[in-house]
């Protein structure tokens, strides 16, 4: 509820809070915590507010955002800010809304997974974690449960700087933070494969038994790729990925796909606010109450032509005065008239006095002329300018 102190120890520059977690329980960072969907006062969008109840020096906060906050990576979630406030330690990230973790999938869900699918993967978070190692810094919180999937297969890396915080007394070197983030996309990798999930503390024998269970799973390329990432081969980062050339290749033909298709889909997209925009323009101008001191201005001359294109489009009638409902011809229409076709139509009053022959050209350059006259007198604070096409 509204009144619950969960939502009391939130910052008041944060709002609009809708609980993620709110059970304060040593989670999977060992320390108690409560997650939010949160917006700022001070930026647009949608973002993710996790609280410890941990006491932290400022300094140490202030550290860790300088350090993380010049990462910029599509495979990791940013980190927004990390600050300490009612004396609790706060992070914000990011929020992804629609996502699910790698754990929800595969180990609750039990969803299905194809190799080409697993190689994907493994590119996606060799490459965050190349970015992550490029910036100067360490990953530190890969595991299942902390890697986001969103709904186009994309992996999110997420609690970037977290660790680094909590653990921030027990300094290790940076040499051996790297090696460790290597192995842990081995282990994240063999987890999601063979179902049981590993890490760090994880047995020998449960290790063997989920490597015995990905063996007869996949290719053995993939398979020594991974048994070499979790036993630590000592190699960096960049020998690792310099050694996966082509299938980085086949993960950006892939991606270029995506793309392609988001870019016919913008195209649609853009079409139809082109005649968004004309049809604005035409309501604006027709059948206005009074233009000045002229009430018959949207009546005569330009404007009297878009009010018999207005029914020639929208108001088409059978034989027997039933109407017409045609989708295709009102689209054809604003296409035609965007383009300014040549093509010409005949226009006719409804009670039939008046027939006008004119071009889709000449109908928008009348549009153009009433639109710019109605701008010509708009108050400074009135309708905004629409640039014509």
């Not at 977290?162 to 282990?187: P, Q, S």
Request: aromatic share 8%; glycine share 8%.
């Amino acid at each position: 509820p509204p009144s619950s102190h969960h939502y009391k120890s939130i910052p008041p520059k944060y709002h609009s809070a809708y609980p993620l977690s709110l059970a304060l329980e040593s989670g999977s960072y060992g320390y108690p915590s409560s997650l939010f969907s949160v917006r700022s006062r001070d930026a647009e969008g949608w973002f993710v507010l996790r609280r410890f109840d941990v006491k932290c020096s400022p300094k140490i906060a202030s550290a860790c955002i300088t350090a993380f906050r010049a990462l910029r990576s599509p495979f990791c979630i940013a980190l927004k800010s990390c600050f300490v406030s009612n004396r609790a330690l706060f992070f914000l990230h990011d929020y992804l809304p629609g996502c699910a973790t790698m754990y929800d999938l595969y180990f609750e869900k039990q969803t299905s997974l194809n190799e080409r699918t697993l190689w994907s993967y493994l590119v996606q978070l060799l490459l965050g974690v190349r970015s992550v190692h490029g910036s100067g810094l360490a990953v530190r919180c890969l595991k299942v449960k902390r890697v986001l999937i969103t709904r186009d297969s994309k992996l999110k890396i997420g609690g970037l700087g977290i660790v680094d915080v909590l653990e921030f007394e027990d300094r290790k070197r940076l040499e051996d933070l790297r090696r460790e983030d290597l192995k842990d996309v081995g282990r994240v990798i063999l987890s999601v494969g063979s179902r049981i999930e590993v890490d760090k503390a994880t047995s020998p024998e449960m290790v063997k038994k989920a490597i015995e269970s990905f063996g007869q799973l996949y290719s053995p390329e993939m398979c020594n790729l991974v048994i070499g990432l979790v036993g630590g081969r000592g190699e960096s980062i960049y020998d690792v990925v310099a050694g996966l050339g082509h299938r980085i290749g086949d993960e950006v033909e892939a991606r270029m796909d995506v793309c392609e298709g988001l870019d016919r889909c913008l195209a649609k997209e853009y079409e139809s606010g082109r005649s968004a925009r004309l049809l604005m323009k035409m309501n604006m101008i027709l059948e206005r109450p009074e233009m000045s001191v002229d009430k018959r201005w949207s009546e005569t001359g330009d404007r009297y032509v878009l009010k018999l294109f207005r029914d020639y489009v929208f108001h088409q009638c059978d034989s027997n005065g039933e109407p017409v409902m045609d989708l295709g011809h009102v689209v054809s229409c604003m296409n035609k008239l965007d383009a300014g076709d040549l093509e010409e139509v005949c226009l006719s009053s409804r009670d039939g006095q008046a027939v006008l022959v004119v071009s889709y050209g000449d109908v928008g350059r009348c549009l153009e002329a009433a639109y710019e006259e109605m701008l010509g007198r708009s108050t400074p604070k009135g309708v905004e300018r629409v640039n014509s096409y």
